[in-house]
């Protein structure tokens, strides 16, 4: 094999006029690596043995040797297969013999050939060859395509320092096509495999077509290493004109007597640093962080992030706090002031001041504040934080995945930053404000960790001593933070973090709540926001009853102050287009023209009206809701078929319910046919399809339901009721039985079935709306029928 030098690109020392002939066999010299091109005046290095061999042989003969590729580079003694079929023909024109037994040798090259038969393998490769000559067609594309080479080609020298300038003077005097393409692509640094290509190719046009598109290549490759190269030595230029510029600096600022702008700023910071009254550890930390900021350059990455850390430490209330207003009766007012009713809530928020009053040191617990949207649960936290004299931070959680959302990020990641909670109480400005945590029932957990986890450690008093954020790396004091969290269910929640909180339970409003809070609170508001004034808009306790009952289905009140606003919007852009000039008020017949139809409607009596239907209760996250079962039958072979996508715990309770009616028939439907069931497939369907529904408190509803079909009695329409029902026919307790008769109130009702075992629960229903609620405990489901069902019957709904 051979290793090429550089082809010789300046005046030939031998020169050798004209193509020499085809002899009858020639040697076959293999090139490692690289191409050769006709009429190339060729330097090698010839160091195989068999190779020096030949070169001998040939200097002693004609000198007639052709130079042909190897397929693969590594081969280092290639046989016939590993070589290229095309190659060229040449005459070694000089050789001069190394010290060490290299041979140095110059062949021009001449012609193009082709390997026809190969007449010998040893001592060295011999072969039959064919003159491969060029086919050119003179025409106006071939001209073009010249040219295009000639420029692309000075354009490239001009910004390649490997190619000498006067390869430009030597392309644009080549007239010759086939010439001008060998010139070119013996000059470029392309693949072996692109210049063996170029080589084979006998059709010039194709060849400079080809080679144009190489040419194009590389020159756009050639001009993106010209602008990188341009972009460092201009950062080059940048940096060191910067450091000559701020050494200048600093002699001046010496020579004037004047401090070092950066040293200023580390002096101010130790200041503020000094003044803190840091716990020893942290005081550590300071002073090693300090030393080293001191030790680094301002232009080095490094100084940015001490320094950043520094002015984090520097900004926290180590050792701020503000004094408590423990004044019971002030805390009472303030209360009342901000919230109506909730006696419950105020009572809990008055003794956990009370116990701060008579033991300062003592550790309070962490309230989580548990109901529907709208039911004021964050305007508590800021009562609260009023009542105590204390800054009040509110920091949502709701979507967090992240558990560096609560912890922070180490200071090795760029752009780290503390988490949440220490952000909050550097907003604070103290170290004991109140910090409400909302949506704490919607954090999540992913790859990323668990921050839920993470909040275990914040709400625990027994740790939260010596909080320990990944930025800070410090342990800081949070147990004089009182945390209040907000949830709309706990079932989210998981078990550890839900038992390090105290639960209070904030159900919905009853209307007569409603309308106390629109009167006091929302009304108000609106009218102030909407930029209007008493002497222009008010309401009637009947306009907003109208509101409430028309207009909005909800457990809390934030739809109703919407309806409100809209009001006072209408409203005002009557005075402002000047069409109103006297004060309007917003009575019952009013509403409709502000707000336009109305919404919602009691649907009990309507839905109720036939057999087969009845009026459940039924909980969620945002309030209790009223929801209808649907029961009927026709003739098939005993099938029961439950729809409206209720979970596996409701089918289970329709299956329970659908049991006893069958084993109760007789004393239900005397006269009942035997085989009634047996013929006849019964659908029960619960309505609102789309919404998911689950639990055992509709057991009774069903069993109601179906009782109905069977009797042909209707239920009543006034009637609505809750609780589990067993295969015996005893029905069991339930939970949420506040928010479910809020819900009852809301639709219209006036009667509700609950289990007996709930009868305690009743206290924690409003008085007044105990009033207007007739409430029927039972303990079986015979006295459920007889609360519910009409007493005339419907015969013309009975499946017979």
Same mark, same amino acid.
């Given at each position: ?17 004209? =193509? +020499? !002939?085809?002899?009858?066999? *020639? $040697? #076959? &010299? ?48 290639? =046989? +016939? !297969?590993?070589?290229?079929? *095309? $190659? #060229? &023909? ?49 025409? +106006? !594309? ?58 084979? !190719? ?599």
């Amino acid at each position: 094999m051979i290793e090429v030098g550089a082809p010789s690109r300046g005046p030939r020392e031998v020169a050798v006029t004209g =193509a +020499p !002939e085809l002899p009858q066999r *020639v $040697g #076959v &010299l293999p090139l490692r690596d690289t191409v050769t091109f006709p009429d190339m005046m060729i330097p090698l290095n010839v160091g195989q043995e068999r190779s020096v061999e030949l070169i001998n042989d040939v200097l002693r003969g004609d000198r007639s040797i052709v130079m042909v590729a190897s397929r693969n580079p590594e081969v280092a003694s290639p =046989a +016939p !297969e590993d070589l290229y079929s *095309v $190659g #060229v &023909l040449g005459v070694v024109a000089r050789m001069i013999r190394v010290p060490d037994g290299t041979l140095r040798v110059l062949i021009q090259g001449g012609q193009r050939v082709r390997i026809e038969n190969w007449t010998q393998t040893e001592p060295y490769l011999m072969a039959e060859v064919v003159e491969a000559p060029d086919v050119v067609a003179q025409s +106006p !594309e071939l001209t073009a395509l010249m040219r295009n080479v000639q420029q692309t080609f000075t354009d490239i020298v001009e910004q390649v320092p490997y190619l000498p300038e006067e390869l430009q003077i030597m392309v644009a005097n080549v007239d010759d096509p086939s010439a001008l393409s060998h010139l070119i692509a013996g000059a470029l640094r392309l693949k072996a495999e692109e210049k063996q290509a170029l080589l084979e !190719e006998t059709d010039v046009a194709l060849r400079l077509r080809r080679l144009s598109e190489l040419l194009a290549r590389e020159l756009e490759v050639v001009a993106i290493g010209s602008k990188i190269q341009s972009q460092v030595q201009s950062e080059l230029d940048k940096g060191q004109r910067e450091y000559f510029l701020r050494q200048q600096l600093k002699a001046i600022q010496e020579e004037l007597g004047e401090a070092d702008e950066v040293q200023a700023e580390i002096n101010d910071l130790r200041g503020q640093l000094d003044a803190i009254e840091l716990p020893e550890e942290a005081r550590k930390q300071v002073d090693r962080e300090l030393a080293r900021l001191e030790r680094l350059q301002p232009a080095m990455a490094e100084y940015g992030v001490v320094r950043g850390y520094l002015e984090w430490i520097a900004a926290l209330p180590w050792d701020k706090s503000t004094e408590d207003n423990l004044d019971l009766k002030h805390a009472r007012r303030v209360l009342d002031e901000d919230h109506y009713d909730i006696e419950q809530v105020k009572d809990r928020i008055l003794e956990f001041l009370a116990v701060r009053s008579l033991n300062p040191q003592a550790r309070g617990s962490i309230l989580c504040f548990v109901g529907p949207p709208g039911v004021g649960k964050t305007s508590l936290g800021r009562s609260i934080a009023r009542a105590l004299g204390r800054k009040f931070e509110r920091l949502s959680v709701g979507g967090v995945r992240d558990e560096a959302e609560i912890r922070g990020h180490r200071r090795t990641y760029i752009g780290a930053m503390p988490g949440t909670i220490i952000r909050a109480i550097r907003d604070a400005g103290a170290n004991n404000p109140l910090l409400m945590i909302d949506e704490i029932d919607k954090m999540g957990a992913d790859f990323r960790g668990d921050p839920s986890s993470a909040m275990l450690e914040v709400l625990d008093p027994e740790q939260n001593h010596s909080f320990r954020d990944h930025y800070l790396d410090l342990p800081f004091d949070l147990s004089n933070v009182t945390f209040v969290t907000t949830a709309n269910t706990l079932e989210t929640i998981p078990g550890p973090l839900r038992d390090r909180m105290e639960v209070i339970q904030l159900a919905g409003y009853t209307e007569e709540e409603k309308l106390e809070i629109a009167k006091r609170y929302l009304v108000p508001r609106q009218i102030e926001r909407n930029g209007l004034t008493a002497a222009r808009i008010a309401f009637t306790d009947s306009g907003l009853r109208a509101i409430i009952a028309g207009y909005t289905r909800e457990a809390g009140v934030r739809q109703l102050e919407r309806e409100i606003g809209t009001a006072c919007r209408k409203v005002a852009l009557r005075v402002a287009e000047g069409l109103s000039t006297r004060k309007v008020t917003v009575t019952e017949p009013r509403v409709r023209e502000l707000l336009g139809k109305r919404k919602f409607f009691a649907e009990s009596r309507r839905r109720t009206s036939r057999p087969g239907v009845a009026t459940g209760l039924a909980w969620t996250p945002v309030g209790g809701e009223v929801l209808f079962v649907e029961a009927t039958a026709m003739p098939g072979k005993g099938r029961l078929t439950i729809t409206g996508q209720v979970g596996d715990v409701m089918r289970e309770s329709a299956q329970a319910a659908l049991s006893f009616v069958r084993s109760d028939a007789e004393e239900l439907a005397p006269g009942i046919d035997e085989d009634w069931f047996a013929e006849h497939d019964i659908h029960i369907h619960v309505p609102a399809g789309a919404t998911p529904k689950d639990g055992p408190s509709a057991g009774i509803a069903i069993a109601t339901a179906l009782a109905s079909l069977l009797t042909g009695r209707p239920v009543r329409s006034d009637v609505a009721m809750t609780g589990e029902i067993t295969l015996t026919g005893q029905v069991l307790p339930i939970g949420g039985l506040k928010e479910k008769a809020l819900a009852a109130q809301r639709n219209g009702i006036r009667r509700v079935i609950a289990p007996a075992q709930n009868e305690q629960d009743v206290d924690e229903i409003p008085e007044h709306l105990r009033k207007d609620l007739e409430f029927v405990f039972v303990s079986e489901i015979g006295a459920v029928l007889d609360a519910a069902l009409a007493r005339r019957r419907v015969p013309a709904h009975r499946v017979s």
